[in-house]
């Protein structure tokens, strides 16, 4: 271990004039001139967050021919991926939407936001980020923003003889320009901006109007006098410190009390101040208070007491909280709250609920149901760099995330498509017969896809095991998570009936099939490993199809004479992936459409936009040499010296191109190599 000289290391890395440069202080004037030069420190609390998020860049991309915008703010940059959200970009523009309308005022600040979705779809890391991001975004220059506290050098009993009373709700300052001339003042001072434009609403909170308007009382009048008393700070939003941003989660039913949200009379002052009725003896550090110019977050929100909800009902439309014996008071954040699937009906079903509904906007945070953006989330926590000691094996993760989005999608309405094959399409894959639309109207038919099914906890759950449990063999394949998962459906909390079990069964047995097909493929293609005689035997399929749809010649390249299409290649072809006689001719024209359809466009084809023919050229490629190599020799006890050689040769490419490690090759090639000694080689 090195030795460490603390001064040293402190005076390289620690910059003290940070501290100062975060903890400004000045006169009301100082700030005056700040907001002339930047009105942005004014921005209310859904201005200031969608900056926040608009601050770290976007990219756009096409989806089902409809641009999506990536908010790179939820990639969590600032925790390097930890909370990262993928895979519901759509869901979460809207989510992005709603604070770009309430920033602008159009009526949706005056709404509780509503994350709904099923456990563990990503409603917390949503919640997480937004509350990081402005504690951080409150720490820049461009996210700066400030309160005031009062300041009495002579200790009077305004302050009750303290010589500081920070502003418990850290108000705005400029909300200290008396309402008479508050009108006339921001006329002023937005005059020929074309920045933000300076706004204020509302008064400050109950025990700062007490305190002005002491001091009012004792300079007759003279508001600058009073300013005097004013010292303005720097605002730094900390959940930590209950500052700007705050959380509540519900409690027992019997031991809620809206005080929680609202805050509560400090009898230690009562004697101080002679009455419950001062709000200097009034604790305003309740959730609601101490949230000001932030964002409040309500864990299981629906959980909440009835009359937990009323206040809601106030926070949200006034936008105003109601302190006991004091009155309304106005407060500008952000109300956020997640709840999952069962609580939401709830609340549909609750006719005494209307008046929350009508306020809430919901932002469905459903599960995944793209395969890519899935195996996204594992690879975060399960990659070499976090677990260097054991080699993940190809397709593991892939295989967990397959199965985890087939119990989330429904069965296709059209009899021709398969569960399987849906996950494919939707994951970028093309089918013949289905295009971007006929996805889309997929989506659009499945209204409850991505809300039910497997969570991702579940599966990181059983991947730790699944690491645990084989970790002294080195490697981690897919066959072990398989009997993870299956094995742990018995335990599982959310499954509730046998019927449920059974089908999430029947889906780990869809997920094993797809993984024997995939490493039959890998192990055929690390031996008819040649691309470039994939591509040639793709060009003469094409070529041959195109002269049989069209009913042209085709010129023989050895003989230089124009004969028929090769009935007999195209058949060799097209009977590895099962097409029947009787389809042949469907099969070649949407071959040939799909390539007519991409000439329109002004692209090429290749042979692996077409999942279905890319297989079946790979199959025909592997049937013409898998004759060099003898599979079903490797299960054998005898292996001679040149055949060992050749499942050596073909073990290195699996590991070279492929990314298996010693470990997962050899049990590749004997699980392939099993398969074909059963006699399966015909049916692949």
Not at 274 to 298: K, Q, W
Not at 431 to 448: F, H, I, Q, S, T
């Amino acid at each position: 271990m090195g030795k460490v000289d603390i001064n040293s290391f402190m005076n390289e890395h620690y910059k003290i004039d940070d501290f100062g440069h975060l903890h400004w202080t000045g006169s009301f004037q100082e700030y005056l001139d700040q907001v002339c030069e930047n009105p942005s420190v004014t921005r209310n609390a859904f201005c200031r967050i969608h900056d926040m998020i608009m601050s770290y860049g976007t990219t756009t991309y096409t989806e089902y021919k409809k641009e999506v915008t990536r908010y790179k703010f939820f990639d969590d940059a600032l925790d390097h991926g930890v909370d990262a959200v993928f895979g519901i970009d759509v869901h979460l523009m809207k989510l992005v939407n709603f604070f770009n309308a309430a920033a602008a005022g159009y009526g949706t600040e005056k709404r509780v936001l509503l994350l709904h979705g099923p456990v563990g779809s990503a409603k917390s890391s949503i919640s997480r980020m937004l509350k990081k991001g402005l504690e951080h975004y409150s720490k820049t220059d461009d996210g700066a923003l400030y309160t005031y506290e009062w300041i009495d050098t002579e200790k009077t009993e305004i302050l009750g003889g303290e010589k500081l009373f920070p502003c418990p709700m850290h108000e705005e300052p400029l909300k200290l320009i008396p309402m008479a001339v508050r009108k006339k003042f921001l006329e002023n001072i937005n005059k020929g901006s074309d920045k933000h434009k300076v706004a204020l609403k509302g008064d400050v909170c109950p025990a700062c109007r007490h305190i002005y308007s002491e001091y009012m009382k004792r300079y007759n009048g003279d508001w600058k006098k009073v300013m005097k008393h004013i010292r303005i700070k720097r605002l730094i939003l900390s959940e930590k410190d209950r500052v700007g941003i705050g959380t509540f989660q519900p409690k027992d039913e019997k031991n809620q009390d809206s005080t929680e949200l609202t805050g509560d009379i400090n009898y230690r002052k009562i004697a101080l101040y002679g009455s419950d009725a001062d709000p200097r003896a009034f604790n305003f550090d309740g959730e609601f208070n101490i949230s000001n110019r932030g964002l409040v977050e309500f864990i299981e929100m629906l959980k909440l007491d009835v009359a937990f909800l009323y206040d809601l009902l106030g926070a949200s439309q006034e936008q105003s909280i109601k302190p006991k014996k004091f009155a309304q008071t106005d407060i500008d954040e952000i109300i956020l709250g997640h709840t999952n699937e069962p609580e939401f009906k709830k609340l549909q079903n609750n006719e005494f609920m209307e008046a929350l509904r009508d306020r809430t906007v919901k932002i469905d945070v459903p599960y995944i149901t793209r395969l890519d953006q899935e195996v996204r989330i594992y690879h975060k926590d399960f990659n070499p760099e976090k677990i260097p000691h054991i080699h993940i094996a190809p397709h593991t993760i892939e295989m967990a995330s397959t199965w985890a989005i087939l119990t989330r999608l429904e069965d296709p309405k059209k009899a021709d498509l398969t569960r399987l094959q849906k996950l494919r399409l939707y994951n970028g894959k093309t089918l013949p017969g289905y295009n971007e639309d006929n996805v889309k109207e997929l989506r659009k038919e499945a209204m409850r896809e991505g809300l039910e099914g497997i969570s991702p906890r579940y599966i990181q759950d059983k991947l730790s095991n699944a690491l645990v449990k084989y970790g002294t063999i080195g490697c981690l394949n897919p066959f072990m998570v398989f009997n993870e998962l299956e094995s742990g459906l018995k335990h599982h909390a959310l499954i509730s009936t046998a019927e449920l079990q059974d089908y999430y069964k029947n889906m780990l047995a869809i997920a094993r099939q797809e993984y024997e097909d995939i490493v039959k493929n890998d192990v055929q293609k690390a031996i008819s490993v040649d691309e470039t005689a994939i591509q040639t035997l793709c060009a003469n399929y094409i070529d041959n199809v195109k002269a049989y749809t069209q009913r042209e010649k085709i010129r023989n390249k050895f003989s230089n004479k124009l004969e028929d299409a090769d009935e007999r290649f195209m058949r060799s072809i097209e009977s590895k992936i099962d097409i029947p006689e009787s389809r042949k001719d469907d099969f070649r024209r949407e071959i040939m459409n799909y390539i007519g359809a991409l000439a329109i466009e002004g692209k090429s084809f290749d042979y692996k936009m077409n999942e279905r023919l890319h297989r079946a050229l790979e199959l025909k490629l592997f049937e013409d040499q898998k004759d060099t190599i003898k599979l079903t020799t490797i299960i054998s006890k005898v292996v001679d010296k040149e055949t060992q050689e050749k499942i050596d040769v073909v073990k290195s490419r699996l590991i070279k191109n492929y990314n298996y490690c010693e470990i997962c090759a050899t049990d590749a090639l004997n699980f392939v190599a099993s398969i074909f000694a059963k006699g399966d080689s015909a049916k692949s």
